[in-house]
């Protein structure tokens, strides 16, 4: 069992910076691979980011290349997002998720996480 709290959200103007955090419970953290999904009001859950167990891969949406950086430390059990260059349309609910799932194609299918967070706001203004 793992329990995912996310935190950094807040509100940014466009072309500013967040950090997004996500805490996990648990003893086993290390052995997931973490993901961030966003959800904007009125559109589906999308894949954001993914990072393998030890760091080593890591995989994003086009939307967010260069501009946003996954990454995590075992030793804390948590995982971060560093949003940069943040434009208006990354306006959104952020969740983390854990899955054991290894290979990085699957990644971006919220179906194959097993634990979700609660979600942190991000708003972006223009």
């Known amino acids: 069992q793992v329990q995912l709290v996310e935190s950094g959200g807040g509100l940014v103007q466009a072309g500013g910076s967040l950090r997004l955090s996500c805490a996990a419970s648990?003893?086993?953290?290390?052995?997931?691979?973490m993901g961030w999904f966003r959800q904007a009001p009125g559109k589906a859950r999308e894949f954001v980011a993914g990072i393998s167990w030890n760091g080593g891969t890591t995989y994003y949406t086009d939307s967010v290349k260069g501009r946003f950086t996954i990454s995590r430390d075992n030793a804390k059990n948590t995982v971060y997002l560093q949003m940069n260059s943040a434009k208006p349309e990354d306006t959104a609910l952020y969740y983390c998720?854990?899955?054991?799932?290894?290979?990085?194609?699957?990644?971006?299918?919220?179906?194959?996480?097993?634990?979700w967070g609660q979600g942190t706001q991000v708003t972006v203004s223009s």
């Open positions: 648990g003893r086993s953290f290390s052995r997931y691979t």
């Open positions: 998720a854990a899955t054991t799932q290894l290979l990085v194609s699957h990644w971006t299918f919220d179906y194959e996480y097993d634990y």
